[in-house]
């Protein structure tokens, strides 16, 4: 299973890359990718372009295997995705969720839109090998469940596992959503990167670390929660009970709040303006009034930005990464925001733990954590499968 596992993460590898991947001679790469084409576990997708004598044949998991289901929970958001074992999206449904509402609300919609997806994939129920999905809280792995989670207190201890097994047979796999975000960047980058974290900011902050080439949870699943480092003990109040929590003076909630009260302050007409066309304000808003060279708009984001970035320096002087990815809805308010965090992680952060360092939006976006969630339900169901072995 080993074999079958490297072929997952690296797709479109060769019988002779696998050979030097695991350490194996090539006979014995050979002979046990020819068993698993056998068992029908492996198929052959083409020929590599010649480096000079025989073209390789190129190798993946089959997709006869079954499908995978993907399920991505924010804070504000439903992402729901049936897959090939390759991460391919057979069918998507992307929609407006509240976890605030209890798990039996949320879960029954997440198992009426599976079964939405799986009709129109044309696959029945029985192909599901895996269900990954991702939690806007802290997690105990093992167990799949969400422990004390700020965002979603009526979830706490709720067995989502069971849940869902009560209409599909696969095994359901629960981590915290911004671990999903780096697994799904580990997977996009083919595990050639081992040390890197991935910034979720949203409604709230999170970290995912991805130590070793592998998500590092932690002793009980809270590793990455980063939100509530504090960045002023005279700051506001956060939901968590502490003062000056960089997720109450920096996340989307926080922006809107401070876009709002300059509308209201008159600093700022071009929100002002959306405020009473919309009712509301959204971070999005503030990026495009930023963008319109609006200067209530540029102090907020920048603000936000150095906030985030002075929680960043200790954690890059702490872990010291070779990259930090930054996703989250908030990504959307524009290039002011990352060059916010950039010049305070640089200014903040040890000159060696930042030589190397590239600081850049995730590559993956919005898809990051349905991608992360597939990746989980292979990686876990290919695990499983393995330790029968």
Known sequence: MNLLRTVFWSPGTSRNALADRLAFSKSKANALAAGLVEQGLLEETGLQASSGGRRPETLQVARGLGVVIGVDLGATSLDVAVMRPDLTVLAHQCEQADVRSSPGVVLARVRELIRELLVRA???AKKVIGIGMGVPGPVDFASAQLVNPPLMPEWDGFSIRDYLNEAFTAPVFVDNDVNLMALGELWRLQRSLNNFLVIK????????????GEVYRGANGSAGDVGHICVDQAGPRCHCGNLGCVEAMAA?????RLAAEAAQA???PALAQVLR????LTATDVGQASRAGDAAANAIIQRA???IGQMLASVVNFFNPS???IGGGVTQIGPLFLASVRQSVYHRSLALSTRHLEIQYTPLGSQAGLVG???LAMQETLRLHGGRE
């Open 122 to 124: 044309g696959v029945p």
């Open 201 to 212: 900011v949203g409604t709230g902050i999170g970290c995912g670390i991805v130590c070793h």
């Open 252 to 256: 989307a909630p926080a922006i809107t």
């Open 266 to 268: 008159g600093e700022s």
């Open 277 to 280: 066309g919309n009712g509301r």
């Open 305 to 307: 930005g150095s906030l």
């Open 323 to 325: 990259h930090v990815f």
């Open 373 to 375: 969630a597939g990746a």
